[in-house]
């Protein structure tokens, strides 16, 4: 008597290997003979689903959280005591207060230089030229050349009207604690000094960020194919609203986590074990950022696109038989009948998989069995 077929259950070991654009099938038949009985039953499958044509894609569902970009220290400018310090989860703009040391300022400034030294005339550099642009998109530098990186008699006249705008001694200098530079507008994430403490010359005042939504995840340094910058990816948000967006950046290999998720916590107790495979830090960054609303270290769902195939044949998953002469098929039901057809597999992605071979058409209802 010929040996049928089996279907491939729950043991299915139906592995997608991302590698760059490639991938990779594994099966293993079910060794149980519960899905056998079940096409044994009057020669039909349970169950049926079409053969459909369409596009089909490769992409994943990963776990992340939602943050703010670019989070960084501001450490102290000078020795003091801190006399005021900016309240967590607020925004901070340009010339907008960060702290105070002895009841002196510190305003931000934006610039990718940081505030090493104190300005004053003849200086040259990054550090000017940033200052000049601040002063004069302020209103205070109208005339001044920023591109030249002179601190010039006019950016001392510039600064002076700012000393003055803020009620303090019309120098012409500014010192080294009187501004920190940063990308853009920043949020106060959190204090790292409080009101009465001396945190002294490079010790942590606040930890800040800037202002735009991002999420961050890790992914398997093997799929990390999925994640390519630019390509767009869909957030499912704290009650369950989406939003769109994309991959920001793709970073270098993170320490691994434990399988139950790093922050989720609750992972086994002690002795080793885990997922130890190598992750790689993935950023996302939103179309419309300012629409997304929900709190800080919010965890969320990101969904990749990954590859797309367009107008493939595609079957469910559970639809593979594994044939007893090797291979993989699935039992095409036609006027009441059922036969096997052979099939190459391709690509797996959303509970499908990507199948051809000369018998199979679009609409055709092939057998699934039922769990």
Do not use: C
Request: glycine share 18%; no cysteine; aromatic share 4%.
């Amino acid at each position: 008597m010929r040996k049928r077929a089996k279907w491939l259950l729950g043991s299915l070991a139906a592995v997608l290997a991302v590698s760059g654009g490639g991938y990779a099938v594994i099966a293993q038949p079910q060794r149980g003979a519960g899905g056998q009985q079940q096409r044994e039953a009057g020669g039909l499958p349970p169950a049926t689903a079409p053969v459909q044509r369409g596009d089909l894609s490769s992409g994943l569902q990963v776990e992340g959280t939602l943050g703010y970009a670019q989070e960084r220290r501001l450490n102290a400018g000078g020795p003091g005591v801190l006399t005021w310090v900016a309240a967590e989860g607020s925004a901070v703009e340009r010339d907008g207060r960060l702290y105070e040391v002895n009841g002196r300022a510190v305003r931000l400034m934006y610039g990718s230089t940081p505030m090493y030294r104190p300005l004053k005339s003849g200086d040259k550099g990054e550090d000017v030229k940033q200052l000049k642009r601040n002063l004069q998109a302020l209103g205070y530098g109208t005339g001044l050349d920023p591109e030249d990186g002179v601190f010039t008699a006019g950016t001392a006249t510039a600064v002076k009207r700012w000393q003055k705008a803020h009620k303090t001694a019309e120098t012409g200098e500014v010192a080294k604690e009187d501004i920190a530079f940063a990308s853009g507008p920043q949020r106060v994430r959190k204090g790292d000094s409080a009101v009465g403490d001396e945190p002294g010359p490079g010790k942590p005042v606040l930890t800040v960020t800037g202002t735009e939504r991002t999420v961050r995840f890790q992914i398997d340094a093997a799929k990390a194919g999925a994640a390519k910058p630019g390509d767009p990816v869909t957030v499912r948000l704290p009650g369950g609203a989406t939003a769109t967006g994309r991959i920001g950046s793709v970073g270098g290999t993170a320490a691994p986590d434990d399988k139950n998720g790093g922050a989720g916590g609750g992972g086994g107790g002690g002795g080793g074990g885990g997922d130890q495979k190598a992750k790689v830090e993935v950023s996302v960054t939103f179309d419309k950022p300012a629409e997304v609303n929900a709190p800080d270290r919010s965890p969320v769902t990101v969904g990749l696109t990954g590859e797309t195939r367009k107008g493939v044949l595609s079957v469910p998953v559970n639809a593979l038989l594994a044939l007893a002469g090797g291979g993989f098929g699935v039992q095409v039901v036609e006027d009441g009948r059922a036969r096997e057809v052979q099939v190459e597999l391709g690509m797996f992605g959303n509970g499908r998989v990507e199948v051809t071979g000369g018998a199979l058409k679009e609409g055709m209802q092939v057998g699934i069995p039922t769990l």
